[in-house]
C-alpha cells in the first residue's frame, strides 16, 4: 500500500490564483481529513468526510471547498488564494471501510503552499 | 472550544536520558487521545493512541498514559536516543474532530 499521497509537494500561487491540492488514499478508509499546519503551530482542520458524497466543515474552512465523489480521492480546493493560507496542507485518513478500527489517522506527506 | 496545550515547547536533553512530554487539553469529553512524532519537513507518525477507557499504551521504548478526568496525557520516552530528535504532537478526538497542540521540540545532544 502506498498510503496516504499528496500532490503536489510544493506549489506557489499568487494572490487570486485557484489551485486543487490531491489526496489519494489506497487503504479503503471511508473517513478522510485535510489539515494546515502553520509554523510552531500544531494542525487545524479544515474540511472532513465520512464517506463518499459526503463532507463537513471543520475548524478553519473559509476559503477552501473540497469534494468526495470517491473513497479514495479527497481534494482540497482553493479559489482566490491568499498570503493568509499560506501553511502546509496535510491530508490523513482513518478507519477500514464497513470495520471498527481504532480511529488511528494516518497522514500523507503535505503539500507547502506560499501564496505571495 | 476545546484548547490543547503542550509543554515544553522545546527540550534538549543529553543522549540516554528518560524524558516526559506533557499535553493539557480543557475539555475532557474526548474519544481518543493520539500522539505523534513530525520530522522536519514531513507529515506525521502515529506513536501511540489511547482510547477513553484506556489509562496507557506502551510501544518500545515510548509509554504514554492519559488521565481525562485532569485532561493529561504525558509521553514518557525511556533512554532517549539522537534519532528520537523530532518534534512531539498530541491530539485529542472528537468523533472525527481532532485537535492537536502545538507540539513539543525534542533535541537529543549525542
Known amino acids: 500500500n502506498a498510503g496516504v499521497t499528496q500532490t503536489p509537494k510544493f506549489r506557489i500561487l499568487k494572490i487570486g490564483q485557484s489551485m486543487t491540492l490531491q489526496c489519494t488514499q489506497d487503504m479503503n478508509h471511508n473517513y478522510m481529513y485535510w489539515y494546515r499546519q502553520d509554523p510552531g503551530m500544531g494542525l487545524k482542520l479544515i474540511y472532513y468526510?465520512?464517506?463518499?458524497?459526503?463532507?463537513d466543515k471543520g475548524e478553519v474552512p473559509n476559503g477552501y471547498n473540497v469534494s468526495r465523489s470517491t473513497t479514495e480521492d479527497f481534494p482540497l480546493r482553493l479559489e482566490l488564494a491568499a498570503p493568509s493560507q499560506t501553511s502546509v496542507y496535510f491530508c490523513a485518513s482513518s478507519y477500514p471501510k464497513g470495520g471498527q478500527g481504532r480511529n488511528t489517522q494516518y497522514f500523507g506527506p503535505g503539500t507547502r503552499l506560499t501564496v505571495l | 472550544k476545546q484548547e490543547v496545550t503542550q509543554i515544553p515547547a522545546a527540550l534538549s536533553v543529553p543522549e540516554g536520558e528518560n524524558l516526559v512530554l506533557n499535553c493539557s487539553f480543557t475539555?475532557?469529553?474526548?474519544?481518543?487521545l493520539q500522539w505523534f512524532r513530525q520530522d522536519p519537513g514531513k507529515g506525521l507518525t502515529s506513536l501511540l493512541l489511547i482510547q477513553s477507557s484506556q489509562r496507557e499504551q506502551t510501544s518500545g521504548r515510548l509509554n504514554a498514559s492519559l488521565d481525562k478526568s485532569s485532561g493529561r496525557s504525558t509521553l514518557y520516552i525511556a533512554a532517549s536516543q539522537p534519532g528520537d530528535s523530532a518534534t512531539y504532537l498530541c491530539?485529542?478526538?472528537?468523533?472525527?474532530?481532532?485537535?492537536f497542540g502545538a507540539g513539543t521540540r525534542l533535541t537529543v545532544k549525542p
Open positions: 468526510s465520512v464517506g463518499a458524497g459526503i463532507t
Open positions: 491530539a485529542v478526538i472528537h468523533s472525527h474532530d481532532m485537535r
Open positions: 475539555d475532557s469529553a474526548i474519544y481518543n
